[in-house]
């Protein structure tokens, strides 16, 4: 090929970079709908355990999202956000609930705490910072989760733990699942250190 013909596919080969640097940065899943399945695979609990969450971190209405997290371009700046029809501590809530009802607990998840129930497991706090870094070549997903637990029995409290657990995955392929894909990562881990420790504490 000639000198002159480069410089004729120039125009072409820059319109192709930027379609697909548009396309990079479009594909991703803004509302991460986050659903768990239990995988601790813990038994031996029974009776009545209240899992409550504060009342602030309760959805009030259909029309709500919380942000989650945010999409990044290549410098680090804040193109959009990721949210979540349920709040953080919904989603804890909502992981511990399966795992102790598999475990054997009949679990009543509760909006607010219940200081003077008999069993009770307060997630009093959760952290969670989901970031989604679009680049041209691939797509990197961190998620970072911090879990405070205050468990009572008869309205006292018996213990205070907390978890932290931190998932950082790179891909090109399954873009949308990516976020998902590393928050389950995230809670799963939490989950595995939570759920035996919990246990230990209710049964002594």
Avoid at 10 to 36: E, F, H, S, T
Avoid at 79 to 107: C, F, K, M, W
């Amino acid at each position: 090929m000639r000198p002159k013909s480069w410089f004729r596919l120039l125009p072409l080969a820059g319109l192709l970079l930027l379609v697909l640097q548009c396309a990079g940065c479009a594909r991703y899943a803004q509302q991460i709908n986050m659903l768990y399945e239990p995988v601790v695979g813990q038994r031996g609990g029974s009776g009545d355990l209240f899992v409550t969450i504060p009342a602030s971190t309760v959805r009030q209405g259909e029309e709500v999202a919380w942000i989650i997290g945010d999409v990044l371009d290549n410098d680090g700046k804040v193109i959009d956000h990721l949210t979540s029809p349920r709040s953080p501590a919904e989603l804890v809530q909502a992981a511990l609930t399966q795992e102790l009802n598999q475990a054997g607990y009949n679990v009543i998840a509760a909006p607010s705490p219940r200081p003077q129930a008999d069993r009770a497991v307060e997630v009093s706090r959760v952290e969670l910072a989901l970031d989604q870094i679009s680049a041209l070549a691939d797509i990197k997903a961190t998620c970072k989760l911090v879990i405070a637990i205050t468990i009572r029995r008869n309205g006292t409290v018996v213990r205070k733990l907390q978890y932290e657990t931190k998932q950082t995955k790179t891909d090109i392929a399954d873009r949308d699942l990516l976020v998902r894909g590393v928050f389950r990562a995230a809670m799963c881990a939490a989950m595995r250190q939570a759920v035996p420790e919990i246990m230990k504490v209710l049964g002594q």
